[in-house]
C-alpha cells in the first residue's frame, strides 16, 4: 500500500500542482481562522486575534514549503524551475545565446551528419551476405578472360570466384520504345554465387550463361526495375533489346542489393570465348573470390602462393606488371570504397575539432558571464539558497544551452543532410545509399547534453571554489577568483590550437588546389560540350551506324554557333583505359613484353580542333583520311620523344592497340591529360575513326562553341534523336565540368575545410575577444589607478594585449605541432604539397595571430582610455 | 528551510498525530487542538511544524484526508487513520513504551 500512496501523492503533486497547491492553501487559511476565533472568543480583538494565530502558527511560508518538500517532488519541481529560470537567462542575453546555441549547432550537426556518412560508407555491411569472406584479386591490374579460366580452377582456399567488369548498353523495352543508356555489371556465371545474393525474382546466372553460344540473358536492379519497367513482376521471361539484341529477363534483384556500387542497374553475362582476340588479349577483368569458411590467414597466404605458382606456369609476364610477383589480395570493400576512406575521416576529424573548439568557446562565455553575474550568484546566496543548489542552477542553464544546441545541431544535420552528402568527395552512386541514422541523432542529443555538464565545470568550480567573499561581497568587480582566469587563458589556448590545425589544414588543400589548376591539361576546355551519342549493334549494320555517325556530325557542325565538333572513343581526362603494346616497325628489338604500352584514341576529324590541341608537327586528319587510303596516325609528344629521341616522329609506322595494320605517323600533338589530371601522361596515339572504328557503336561527340556549351545540349539530343530513333544519348558534360571532377575531390575538401576554419577563427576571434575584455573589466579601476598615478597609456595597452595573446601564441605553437602530427591524415588526399608544407603552418599561424590580436586590441583601447575617475568612482 | 527538528520530536508528532486521529478523523487545527487539550499544554505542539507532519504521512499511506464540512459548515480537510496507519501506530506506541520504560528504569536507579 505504502509505493502507492507515495505514487498516488507524487504523481497528483506533479501532475495537479495547483490544486494541491490550492488545497494547502486553503488547509493553512482554515486553521488560521480557527484559531483566530477561538482567541476571539477568549476576548481579543479581532486583529490581535488574527495577528497572534499567525506567531502561533510560526513561519506560515517556511510550514508550507515544509508541506510541499513532504510531497517529495521538490527535486523535480526545482528541477522544472531551475529550466524555466535557465530558459529565461537564454532569453535575457539573446546575443549570447545565440553564439552559443549556434556554434554548438554547427559542431553538433555537423558532427552526427559527417559521423552518419562516414559511417554508412566504412563501416556499414555492404549488400552482400559475409563481405568480409569476399577478396579482389591483385586489384592494381586487370585480368584477362584466360587468366581467369586459368586461375578460377586452382584456388582451392576459395569456394568460387568470378570475374567481372562495367560496361554502359541501350536498353530498349520493345523495338518501338525509345531507347536509353544504362551501366551494367557484367560477370561470369560464378558472380552471384561469390556474392551470395538471392534473387528477388526468376534467377540470377547459371553455369554456361558466359559461354559462346548462350541465349543472352540480364538480371535487372532493383532500381531500373521499378523506373523502367513499373516493377513489372510479369517481366521475367520478357525479351528486352540490349545493344538491339533480344535479351531474356530471367531475374530481378532484391531492393537495396547493387554491385559494385549502385550506378550499376543491370547484370549481363560476360562472353569468355577462347576464340575470341579479347579472351586472350588485353586485361579488363576484376576478379573477385569468396574465402572457405574458416580459413585462417595461413590458408589464405598458401593460398596465394598457389595462385602465383599456377599463373607462373602459364604466363610469361613484363616486369612492369608481373602478376607472379604482385600478389595481394583486398578486402572487397577495400577495393570499393578505399579511396573514400581518407577524405571522409579528415571531415569527420575536422567536424569533431570545430565541435571541440564550439565547446571550448560555449565555456569561455560562460565563465566570463558567470563573473558577470557574481552580484546576482551573491543575492540569491544571502537569501538562502545554497552553494549545491546554484551549482545546479550553472548546471541546468549549461545543458538547457547545450541541448537547445544540440536539437539545433540535429535539426541543421536533418534539414542540410542531402545538400551535405551531395557535397562529399564519393562516388555519385554511393551518395545514394546514404541516409541519416537515428543513432547518430541520439548520439548528437546524448553528446550535448554530456558537453553541457563539461562545460559548466569551469563556471561551478569558480562559483564553488571562491570560498564564502567568492561569492561577491565587492559587487560586481570582484568578479572571479585566480582560478577563473587561469582557467580561461586555458580554453583561449585550447581555442587558438584547435583553430590553428582547422586553418593549416584549409590553406594545405588551398595550395593543392592552386597546384591541380596549374596543371596544363594539354587542352582548352572552354566551350566543349562532350555528347556520348549510341547505335546499338544488335540491330543495326555498320554502314547504318557509319553513315549515322557522319549525319550527326555534319548536322553538329551547322547548328548556329558551333565552332567546331568532331568524335572521339575517350574523353580526355575522365575516361582512362583502351590502352596495350603495339609494335613499332623501325624499333623491331621492342617485341613482346617489351613493345610500348600506348593509349589507343581515334578521332574523327575535328574533334582535336574542338579541344584546341597544340600542334608539335606534321599535319591533322582531314575527310580524305578514309578507309581504303593510306592508314595514318598522330602520336603524343611522349611518345614521339620516348621512342624516337633527337629525331622526327613523322614518316614511322606504328601499330595500334585495338586495330589491325601498320598507320603512319603524320604529325606529333602536345600531351593531353588521359586518365586523370595528376598521373604522368601515357604514350599515347590517335588513329582516324574511319580507318579504325568507322562502325563503332558509340563515341563521344566534342562540340566547340563561343558561348555557352550547355546551351547546345537539348539542341544535340534532339539532333540524335531526329537523326535515327534507335539511337540513345548518354552523359552530357562540359569540358571544363570534366576537368573539375577530376579534382573534385579536392574542392570539395577544400570547400569544408575552409567553411570549418572560418567558423572555427571566428569562434576563436568571440573567445580571444571575450576573454580580453573580461581581464579588463575586471581590472579596471585598476587602470583608473594607474592612470590616475601617471602610467603610460601605451604601457597599459601593451600590458592587456599580452594577457590576451599569450595563451594564443601559446596555442598556435601547441597547434602548429598537432597539425604536423596530424597531417599524415591529408597525405592521400594532397597534391603538390608536402603535408608538412611549412608555408601553409606559417599562414594559418599569421592569420590566428592577427586575428587574435585584433580581438585582443579592441578592449585593450578601451582600457587604455579608462577615465581615472569614472573608474574609481564607480568602484 | 524549516528548522531541522530533532528526529526524536518528530517521531513523537508523528505518534501523536497517529494517535488523536485513532481515536476519530480531524482537521489540522483540531489535531492541534487535542494534542494541547489532552496533555494540557504539556506539549506545545508548533502548530506550522504540524502540517508537514501531516504530508509526509499522507505520502507514507499511513493517513489519509478528504475534504469534509465542519460544524459551522466550514470546508476542512480531515484526516483520518488507513489500515496501515493503525498498524504503524501499534508499532510506534510498542516502541515508545519501551523507550520510556527504559528510560524510567534508568532514572529509578538509586
Request: glycine fraction near 12%; aromatic fraction near 8%; proline fraction near 6%.
Given at each position: 500500500m505504502r509505493w502507492w500512496s507515495e505514487i498516488r501523492v507524487r504523481m497528483r503533486a506533479l501532475l495537479g500542482r495547483d490544486t494541491m497547491e490550492q488545497e494547502l492553501e486553503d488547509?493553512?487559511?482554515?486553521?488560521?481562522?480557527?484559531?483566530?476565533?477561538?482567541?476571539?472568543?477568549?476576548?481579543?480583538?479581532?486583529?490581535?486575534?488574527?495577528?497572534?494565530?499567525?506567531?502561533?502558527?510560526?513561519?506560515?511560508?517556511?510550514?508550507?514549503?515544509?508541506?510541499?518538500?513532504?510531497?517529495?517532488?521538490?527535486t523535480v519541481m526545482e528541477l522544472g524551475a531551475d529550466i524555466r529560470f535557465a530558459l529565461r537567462q537564454l532569453r535575457s542575453r539573446p546575443g549570447f545565446s545565440a553564439v552559443a546555441a549556434l556554434t554548438l549547432a554547427?559542431?553538433?550537426?555537423?558532427?552526427?551528419a559527417l559521423g552518419s556518412a562516414a559511417h554508412g560508407v566504412l563501416v556499414k555491411p555492404l549488400p552482400v551476405p559475409a563481405e568480409d569472406e569476399l577478396r579482389v584479386f591483385w586489384s592494381a591490374y586487370n585480368w584477362r578472360g584466360v587468366e581467369f579460366d586459368h586461375v578460377k580452377e586452382r584456388t582451392p582456399v576459395f569456394q568460387e570466384v568470378a570475374a567481372w567488369s562495367n560496361e554502359g548498353y541501350s536498353m530498349r523495352r520493345d523495338p518501338g520504345?525509345?531507347?536509353?543508356?544504362?551501366?551494367?555489371?557484367?560477370?561470369?556465371?560464378?558472380?552471384?554465387?561469390?556474392?551470395?545474393?538471392?534473387?528477388?525474382?526468376?534467377?540470377?546466372?547459371?553455369?554456361?550463361?558466359?559461354?559462346?553460344?548462350?541465349?543472352?540473358?540480364?538480371?535487372?536492379?532493383?532500381?531500373?526495375?521499378?523506373?523502367?519497367?513499373?516493377?513489372?513482376?510479369?517481366?521475367?521471361?520478357?525479351?528486352?533489346?540490349?545493344?538491339?539484341?533480344?535479351?531474356?529477363?530471367?531475374?530481378?534483384?532484391?531492393?537495396?542489393?547493387?554491385?559494385?556500387?549502385?550506378?550499376?542497374?543491370?547484370?549481363?553475362?560476360?562472353?569468355?570465348?577462347?576464340?575470341?582476340?579479347?579472351?586472350?588479349?588485353?586485361?579488363?577483368?576484376?576478379?573477385?573470390?569468396r574465402l572457405r569458411d574458416g580459413a585462417g590467414p595461413d590458408d589464405v597466404a598458401a593460398g596465394v602462393d598457389a595462385i602465383t605458382r599456377?599463373?607462373?606456369?602459364?604466363?610469361?609476364?613484363?616486369?612492369?606488371?608481373?602478376?607472379?610477383?604482385?600478389?595481394?589480395?583486398?578486402?572487397?570493400r577495400e577495393y570499393l570504397v578505399g579511396d573514400s576512406r581518407a577524405p571522409l575521416l579528415l571531415l569527420v576529424g575536422a567536424s569533431a575539432l570545430l565541435l571541440l573548439l564550439a565547446s571550448a568557446n560555449v565555456a569561455a562565455?560562460?565563465?566570463?558571464?558567470?563573473?558577470?553575474?557574481?552580484?546576482?550568484?551573491?543575492?540569491?546566496?544571502?537569501?538562502?539558497?545554497?552553494?549545491?543548489?546554484?551549482?545546479?542552477?550553472?548546471?541546468?542553464?549549461?545543458?538547457?544551452?547545450?541541448?537547445?544546441?544540440?536539437?539545433l545541431g540535429v535539426l541543421l544535420a536533418v534539414g542540410f543532410f542531402r545538400l551535405l552528402v551531395d557535397g562529399l568527395p564519393l562516388a555519385p552512386a554511393l551518395r545514394d545509399t546514404l541516409g541519416l541514422e537515428t543513432g547518430a541523432l541520439l548520439a548528437g542529443l546524448g553528446g550535448a547534453a554530456v558537453l553541457g555538464g563539461l562545460v559548466s565545470l569551469a563556471p561551478v568550480r569558480d562559483l564553488l571554489g571562491g570560498g564564502p567573499s567568492g561569492l561577491g561581497t565587492r559587487g560586481g568587480t570582484a568578479a572571479g577568483g585566480p582560478g577563473?582566469?587561469?582557467?580561461?587563458?586555458?580554453?583561449?589556448?585550447?581555442?587558438?590550437?584547435?583553430?590553428?590545425?582547422?586553418?593549416?589544414?584549409?590553406?594545405?588543400?588551398?595550395?593543392?588546389?592552386?597546384?591541380?589548376?596549374?596543371?596544363?591539361?594539354?587542352?582548352?576546355?572552354?566551350?566543349?560540350?562532350?555528347?556520348?551519342?549510341?547505335?546499338?549493334?544488335?540491330?543495326?549494320?555498320?554502314?547504318?551506324?557509319?553513315?549515322?555517325?557522319?549525319?550527326?556530325?555534319?548536322?553538329?557542325?551547322?547548328?548556329?554557333?558551333?565552332?567546331?565538333?568532331?568524335?572521339?572513343?575517350?574523353?580526355?581526362?575522365?575516361?582512362?583505359?583502351?590502352?596495350?603494346?603495339?609494335?613499332?616497325?623501325?624499333?623491331?628489338?621492342?617485341?613482346?613484353?617489351?613493345?610500348?604500352?600506348?593509349?589507343?584514341?581515334?578521332?574523327?576529324?575535328?574533334?582535336?580542333?574542338?579541344?584546341d590541341v597544340a600542334w608539335v608537327e606534321g599535319r591533322s586528319f582531314d575527310d580524305g583520311d578514309r578507309a581504303g587510303s593510306l592508314p595514318v596516325a598522330l602520336v603524343n609528344e611522349t611518345m614521339a620523344r620516348s621512342l624516337w629521341p633527337g629525331k622526327s616522329a613523322l614518316g614511322r609506322r606504328i601499330q595500334a592497340t585495338l586495330a589491325p595494320g601498320w598507320f603512319e605517323v603524320v604529325g606529333v600533338v602536345a600531351d593531353v591529360a588521359v586518365h586523370d589530371l595528376v598521373s604522368p601522361t601515357p604514350m599515347a596515339a590517335y588513329y582516324p575513326r574511319a580507318q579504325t572504328e568507322a562502325s563503332a557503336a558509340g563515341g563521344f561527340l566534342l562540340v566547340e562553341t563561343e558561348g555557352d556549351p550547355t546551351a547546345l545540349a537539348e539542341p544535340l539530343r534532339r539532333l540524335v534523336g531526329t537523326t535515327d530513333a534507335r539511337a540513345a544519348?548518354?552523359?552530357?558534360?562540359?569540358?571544363?565540368?570534366?576537368?573539375?571532377?577530376?579534382?573534385?575531390?579536392?574542392?570539395?575538401?577544400?570547400?569544408?575545410?575552409?567553411l570549418f576554419a572560418g567558423v572555427g577563427l571566428a569562434l576563436g576571434v568571440v573567445g580571444i575577444y571575450g576573454v580580453v575584455s573580461y581581464a579588463v573589466a575586471r581590472r579596471r579601476a585598476e587602470f583608473g589607478l594607474r592612470m590616475a598615478l601617471g602610467a603610460e597609456p601605451s604601457r597599459l595597452l601593451a600590458q592587456v594585449v599580452r594577457v590576451g595573446m599569450l595563451p594564443v601564441a601559446g596555442g598556435v605553437v601547441a597547434g602548429v605541432a598537432g597539425a604536423a602530427l596530424a597531417s599524415r591524415f591529408l597525405r592521400e588526399v594532397l597534391f603538390g604539397v608536402a603535408p608538412t608544407d611549412p608555408a601553409a603552418y606559417l599562414t594559418a599561424a599569421l592569420i590566428l595571430l592577427l586575428t587574435g590580436l585584433l580581438a585582443a586590441l579592441v578592449p585593450a583601447v578601451r582600457a587604455a582610455r579608462t577615465d581615472p575617475v569614472g573608474a574609481l568612482r564607480a568602484e | 528551510m524549516p528548522k531541522p527538528d530533532s528526529d526524536m520530536i518528530r517521531g513523537t508528532l508523528d505518534m501523536l498525530i497517529l494517535k488523536v486521529l485513532s481515536l476519530e478523523p480531524m482537521h489540522g487545527w483540531g489535531i492541534s487542538e487535542r494534542i494541547?487539550?489532552?496533555?494540557?499544554?504539556?506539549?506545545?505542539?508548533?502548530?506550522?511544524?504540524?502540517?508537514?507532519?501531516?504530508?509526509?504521512?499522507?505520502?507514507?499511506?499511513?493517513?489519509?484526508?478528504?475534504?469534509?464540512?465542519?460544524?459551522?459548515?466550514?470546508?476542512?480537510?480531515?484526516?483520518?487513520?488507513?489500515p496501515a496507519g493503525e498498524r504503524q501506530l501499534g508499532v510506534e506506541t510498542t516502541h515508545w513504551d519501551r523507550l520510556s520504560g527504559a528510560v524510567e528504569r534508568v532514572l529509578g536507579l538509586t
Open positions: 488547509e493553512v487559511a482554515f486553521h488560521l481562522e480557527r484559531e483566530a476565533e477561538k482567541l476571539e472568543a477568549e476576548g481579543l480583538e479581532p486583529r490581535e486575534a488574527r495577528r497572534l494565530a499567525r506567531v502561533r502558527f510560526g513561519g506560515v511560508d517556511r510550514h508550507k514549503e515544509a508541506a510541499r518538500e513532504a510531497w517529495g517532488v521538490r554547427l559542431g553538433i550537426g555537423g558532427t552526427v520504345s525509345p531507347s536509353s543508356l544504362i551501366s551494367a555489371t557484367v560477370g561470369s556465371a560464378e558472380l552471384f554465387e561469390v556474392l551470395g545474393t538471392e534473387p528477388l525474382l526468376g534467377r540470377t546466372f547459371q553455369p554456361g550463361d558466359d559461354r559462346p553460344g548462350a541465349e543472352p540473358v540480364v538480371v535487372l536492379a532493383h532500381g531500373l526495375w521499378t523506373r523502367a519497367f513499373g516493377a513489372d513482376r510479369g517481366v521475367v521471361g520478357e525479351r528486352i533489346l540490349l545493344d538491339g539484341t533480344p535479351t531474356t529477363v530471367v531475374g530481378v534483384m532484391p531492393e537495396g542489393f547493387y554491385f559494385p556500387d549502385p550506378a550499376f542497374e543491370a547484370f549481363v553475362p560476360l562472353e569468355l570465348d577462347p576464340e575470341d582476340g579479347g579472351y586472350q588479349g588485353n586485361g579488363w577483368l576484376v576478379l573477385t573470390g599456377a599463373l607462373g606456369e602459364r604466363f610469361t609476364y613484363p616486369e612492369q606488371w608481373d602478376k607472379t610477383r604482385n600478389a595481394h589480395l583486398v578486402p572487397l562565455l560562460l565563465l566570463t558571464r558567470s563573473g558577470d553575474r557574481t552580484r546576482e550568484m551573491a543575492v540569491r546566496a544571502a537569501l538562502g539558497a545554497g552553494r549545491g543548489r546554484l551549482a545546479r542552477q550553472l548546471l541546468t542553464e549549461s545543458v538547457v544551452l547545450s541541448l537547445v544546441g544540440g536539437g577563473s582566469s587561469r582557467v580561461q587563458r586555458a580554453l583561449v589556448f585550447a581555442e587558438a590550437a584547435f583553430a590553428v590545425v582547422l586553418v593549416s589544414g584549409a590553406a594545405l588543400l588551398v595550395r593543392s588546389v592552386d597546384e591541380l589548376r596549374g596543371i596544363d591539361p594539354g587542352l582548352d576546355p572552354r566551350g566543349v560540350l562532350a555528347v556520348d551519342v549510341y547505335l546499338g549493334p544488335g540491330e543495326t549494320e555498320a554502314p547504318e551506324r557509319e553513315a549515322f555517325f557522319d549525319e550527326v556530325l555534319l548536322e553538329a557542325r551547322a547548328l548556329p554557333g558551333v565552332e567546331s565538333a568532331g568524335l572521339i572513343n575517350r574523353v580526355p581526362v575522365r575516361d582512362g583505359g583502351y590502352q596495350g603494346p603495339i609494335g613499332i616497325q623501325d624499333r623491331p628489338e621492342l617485341t613482346d613484353t617489351n613493345r610500348p604500352n600506348v593509349a589507343f584514341r581515334t578521332v574523327s576529324p575535328g574533334a582535336l580542333e574542338a579541344l544519348v548518354g552523359r552530357v558534360e562540359t569540358m571544363d565540368q570534366v576537368l573539375d571532377a577530376a579534382m573534385s575531390d579536392n574542392l570539395r575538401l577544400r570547400f569544408f575545410l575552409l | 494541547q487539550q489532552v496533555s494540557d499544554g504539556a506539549l506545545q505542539v508548533n502548530q506550522g511544524s504540524l502540517y508537514g507532519s501531516l504530508h509526509r504521512l499522507t505520502r507514507q499511506g499511513w493517513i489519509a484526508s478528504e475534504w469534509g464540512r465542519t460544524e459551522n459548515n466550514r470546508r476542512a480537510r480531515y484526516y483520518r487513520l488507513t
